[in-house]
Structure formats: structure tokens, C-alpha cells
């Protein structure tokens, strides 16, 4: 299984970036699909996950308004729009995939997931 991000780099406050993460050796639309981001000092987090038909999304309050995760299951690849960007957005992000098409709506930012991809590294200048 690899999940391999990309789209990250250097932006100024209240730019934009979008982040990509194309998905291999799994069943794409069997998997929920979510990005979780670690700041240094800090434990990594779950700030965003979509269902498997992209029907659903779950946003932390943190980014909710600013970011969008969306999913094109024919390229087996999803995405993080990032908008109005802030400097505590600075931070290695990584994408991730949890089994199963199931949704409660409810998730915390531990939310345990079974593959995991390497970080893109996303600075915020101010």
C-alpha cells in the first residue's frame, strides 16, 4: 500500500495551497479517506476526512471554512484544498486511509486509521 502526498510548500498568510494524495495497492472507494497534520511540539491530528463516495466530510473547527477535502475515486487520489491560510497552519501533513464504508459523523483528532502516507511539509509565512 502506498499513499503518497504532494502539494506542499512554502506560502504567505492567507495564500492557498492543495494537496494531493494518490492511493495504491488499496481498493480506493472501500476506504474512508482523511488528512492529519503535525506541527512541531505537537501531536499529530485529524483535521479532515471524507466517506468513501465523497458524500460526507468532517472538518476540525480549526480549519472548518477555510479547508476542503475532496476524493476523485476514478484516480483513486484525494485532495485538501487549503484557503486563507494562517501561520499555525504550518505543519507536515500527511494522508491517511481507514477500511470500511461506514460514517458516524463522529471523529476526534486521534482517529485511529490503518494506512498511513509520508508528509508534505506546508510553511506559512507571515
Known amino acids: 500500500v502506498q499513499l503518497q502526498a504532494s502539494g506542499g510548500g512554502l506560502v504567505q498568510v492567507g495564500g492557498s495551497l492543495r494537496l494531493s494524495c494518490a492511493a495504491s495497492?488499496?481498493?480506493?472507494?472501500?476506504?474512508?479517506m482523511g488528512w492529519f497534520r503535525q506541527a512541531p511540539g505537537w501531536e499529530r491530528e485529524l483535521i479532515a476526512i471524507?466517506?468513501?463516495?465523497?458524500?460526507?466530510?468532517y472538518y476540525t473547527d480549526s480549519v472548518k471554512g477555510r479547508f476542503t477535502i475532496s476524493r476523485d475515486n476514478a484516480e483513486n487520489t484525494v485532495y485538501l484544498q487549503m484557503d486563507s491560510l494562517k501561520p499555525e497552519d504550518t505543519a507536515v501533513y500527511y494522508c491517511?486511509?481507514?477500511?470500511?464504508?461506514?460514517?458516524?459523523?463522529?471523529?476526534?483528532?486521534?482517529?485511529?486509521?490503518?494506512?498511513w502516507g509520508k508528509g508534505t511539509q506546508v510553511t506559512v509565512s507571515s
Open positions: 491517511a486511509a481507514k477500511f470500511g464504508r461506514s460514517w458516524s459523523g463522529q471523529f476526534d483528532r486521534t482517529y485511529n486509521m490503518d494506512y
Open positions: 471524507i466517506s468513501w463516495s465523497g458524500d460526507s466530510t
Open positions: 495497492g488499496i481498493t480506493f472507494d472501500k476506504y474512508k
